[in-house]
């Protein structure tokens, strides 16, 4: 039950935009809808910013979008802010006995 | 407003035993998915077990499979892992998470530390 690929980190300058990949298979991103991204801030509880691939729960700022091309999945952050320095993790769902299975996480430093 | 308040985690011994709860409140329990999931040290996320809204179905990560139980009881709107034969690779902040096509609410997380 092998996690998603994340690149360990990423970083951008204030202002600028940075992407995050997570490549999976096609039994997990490439199959199915449900998959999410969690931004992490050092001791506190994941917080959901994408699910579905695209969509953003209420409060989150449209900065923060999310596609999908094949087995890959791709957070943007736009406009980076320094607040949007976490931790990242992508999760997806998978067809096997069903269950999920997270990225590895990506460091985001903004510079 | 949806809240889930774990409890139960605390320092166990290798080959020890825990159990851990999950107090979910502000929406119908008995109709959703729950999970847990884990966090090491300094470590990524990692998703543990997950059972059906009616109990009848559990579904767990391959490396606690034989040893953790998830259950539920949905009088009392709460979630449980059964953990046994405790290895120092269960150190970690376990959470529970509602799921609703992803894991949509989360607790805040009980900490679990096996070591002699």
Redesign the interface.
């Known amino acids: 039950?092998s996690?998603l690929t994340q690149p360990p980190s990423a970083s951008g300058s204030p202002g600028q935009s940075v992407t995050i990949s997570c490549t999976g298979t096609s039994s997990d991103v490439g199959r199915y809808k449900?998959v999410?991204w969690?931004q992490?801030h050092p001791g506190k509880?994941?917080k959901?910013i994408i699910?579905?691939v695209t969509k953003r729960?209420s409060g989150v700022p449209d900065r923060f979008s999310g596609s999908k091309s094949g087995n890959t999945a791709s957070l943007t952050v736009s406009g980076l802010q320094a607040e949007d320095e976490a931790?990242y993790?992508c999760?997806s769902y998978r067809d096997s006995?069903?269950?999920?299975?997270?990225?590895?996480?990506t460091k985001l430093t903004v510079l | 407003e949806v809240q889930l308040v774990e409890s139960g985690g605390g320092l166990v011994q290798p080959g020890g035993s825990l159990t851990l709860s999950c107090a979910a409140s502000g929406f119908t329990f008995s109709t959703y998915w729950m999970?847990w999931?884990r966090q090491a040290p300094g470590k990524?996320?990692?998703?543990v077990a997950?059972i059906k809204p009616d109990g009848n179905?559990k579904?767990y990560?391959?490396s606690v499979k034989g040893r953790f139980t998830i259950s539920r009881d949905n009088r009392e709107n709460l979630l449980y892992l059964q953990m046994h034969s405790l290895r120092a690779e269960d150190t970690a902040v376990y959470?529970c998470a509602k799921e609703h096509?992803?894991?949509?609410h989360?607790?805040?997380?009980s900490l679990v530390t096996v070591s002699s």
Do not use: C, H
């Open positions: 039950q996690a449900y999410s969690y992490q509880v994941p959901l699910y579905e729960p931790d993790y999760l006995k069903i269950l999920w299975v997270f990225g590895g996480g | 999970n999931v990524g996320l990692e998703w997950n179905e579904f990560v391959d959470y096509e992803t894991f949509d989360w607790g805040q997380g």
